[in-house]
Antibody, heavy 112, light 107 residues
Framework: EVQLVESGGGLVQPGRSLKLSCLAS????????MNWIRQAPGKGLEWVAS????????YYADTVKGRFTISRDNAKNTLYLQMTSLRSEDTALYYC?????WGQGVMVTVSS | DIQMTQSPSSLPASLGDRVTITCRAS??????LRWFQQKPGKSPRLMIY???NLAAGVPSRFSGSRSGSDYSLTISSLESEDMADYYC?????????FGSGTKLEIK
């Protein structure tokens, strides 16, 4: 059974940093590109970042470029999202997604 | 950036109805189009990939099609479990973009 389990979310002040993790199991993690997608409360889906299987290709939404960094450790079957200079508009449920499956999401709240 | 214009935003329908949701791409995206279903309080679920391919475990009443830059998700006979939000996603080029969503609800 495929599982994607996000962690690392929480309440953080504007301007601070937070690092999300996503532990994958049930499939060959190192074979697939991975994604972070977020959903603000009551809003639609917003793509955040993607990384190829070997980390050769990395893409970001304009809204997070220069502030967020996606990375992965294939030996640990783990995807990461380092978030810096957080803003109130970054408040959302953050999902880790493979090409076929999504995690349950982790909430990030940016507020003073 | 590629814009995905999704319509309608809300779709009241009756059980047994045939319903269609459409996304129009502002540029060529080939078949790099996916459809997702999201029920309240749940994570999105992949329904269609490559514009026309049914994802594993998805009922055959769902189908995807393409006509030029218009991409459609059709449910042939609506069931109560299909009431949800639906989103399209283009993954042809970064930044990848979602449609604004369609809320499918019982009339």
């Amino acid at each position: 059974e495929v599982q994607l389990v996000e962690s690392g979310g929480g309440l953080v002040q504007p301007g601070r940093s937070l690092k999300l993790s996503c532990l994958a199991s049930g499939f060959t993690f190192s074979n697939y590109g991975m994604n972070w997608i977020r959903q603000a409360p009551g809003k639609g889906l917003e793509w955040v970042a993607s990384i190829s299987s070997s980390s050769s290709y990395i893409y970001y939404a304009d809204t997070v470029k220069g502030r967020f960094t996606i990375s992965r450790d294939n030996a640990k079957n783990t995807l990461y999202l380092q978030m810096t200079s957080l803003r109130s508009e970054d408040t959302a449920l953050y999902y880790c997604a493979s090409p076929w499956d999504w995690g349950q999401g982790v909430m990030v709240t940016v507020s003073s | 950036d590629i814009q995905m214009t999704q319509s309608p935003s809300s779709l009241p329908a009756s059980l047994g109805d045939r319903v269609t949701i459409t996304c129009r791409a502002s540029q060529d995206i080939g078949n790099y189009l996916r459809w997702f279903q999201q029920k309240p309080g749940k994570s999105p679920r992949l329904m269609i990939y490559g514009a026309t391919n049914l994802a594993a475990g998805v009922p055959s009443r769902f189908s995807g099609s393409r006509s030029g830059s218009d991409y459609s998700l059709t449910i042939s006979s609506l069931e109560s479990e299909d009431m949800a939000d639906y989103y399209c996603l283009q993954s042809k080029e970064s930044p990848f973009t979602f449609g604004s969503g369609t809320k499918l609800e019982i009339k």
